[in-house]
């Protein structure tokens, strides 16, 4: 059974950082691609960021692009988001996703079938 564990998740004043990270365990898991969604109150799921196994490819929502970077470890099976100058507009739920396919429409919830609980992100103004 795959389990995605996510943690860093808390309270910051508009331009502040936060660091999340996403663990994932199964026996014999080994995602090839991982990624971020969000989800604020009242609002669908959303595409954050995603990368491939090799880090050859990344993508980014138009939202986060310059401000937030994804990176991963590998031996880890651990996916980062590094958020900078964060705005009351990134206050939602943050999930982590990973596949054991990179998929092409990596942008949509239809493309991950690992979901982690979720961990909260509060950006006050």
């Known amino acids: 059974q795959v389990q995605l564990g996510e943690s860093g998740g808390g309270l910051v004043q508009s331009g502040g950082s936060l660091r999340l990270s996403c663990a994932a365990s199964?026996?014999?898991?080994?995602?090839?691609?991982m990624g971020w969604f969000r989800q604020a109150p009242g609002n669908e799921r959303r595409f954050v960021a995603a990368m491939s196994f090799s880090g050859s490819y990344k993508y980014y929502a138009d939202s986060v692009k310059g401000r937030f970077t994804i990176s991963r470890d590998n031996l880890k099976n651990t996916v980062y988001l590094q958020m900078i100058s964060l705005r009351p507009e990134d206050t939602a739920v943050y999930y982590c996703v990973a596949d054991s396919v990179f998929k092409s429409y990596y942008y949509s919830t239809n493309a991950w079938n690992y979901w982690g609980q979720g961990t909260q992100v509060t950006v006050s103004s």
């Open positions: 199964g026996r014999t898991f080994s995602p090839t691609g």
